[in-house]
């Protein structure tokens, strides 16, 4: 799920995700609303930017990896 690739991408690089909707310019909660809707490209690119990643890894179906070590 969209929400929780960037949660955990969030976690790994110590930013919350209100943090990144205010860098991203997006307003609070905008993010966790995208688990019941689709964003715009453009605000979805501006994330994925922001944490260092491609909005296509974002929208991959594959599951969201735990930690490693496990």
Excluded at 14 to 19: A, E, F, K, T, V
Excluded at 42 to 61: N, Q, R
């Amino acid at each position: 799920m969209l929400f929780d690739r960037i949660k955990k991408l969030c976690e790994e690089r110590g930013i919350s995700i209100y943090r990144l909707e205010k860098e991203a310019g997006l307003s609070k909660g905008a993010i966790s609303k995208w688990g019941e809707s689709e964003p715009a490209a453009s605000k979805l690119c501006a994330v994925a930017k922001l944490l260092g990643t491609t909005s296509e890894k974002l929208l991959a179906d594959e599951p969201v990896e735990q930690g490693k070590g496990a």
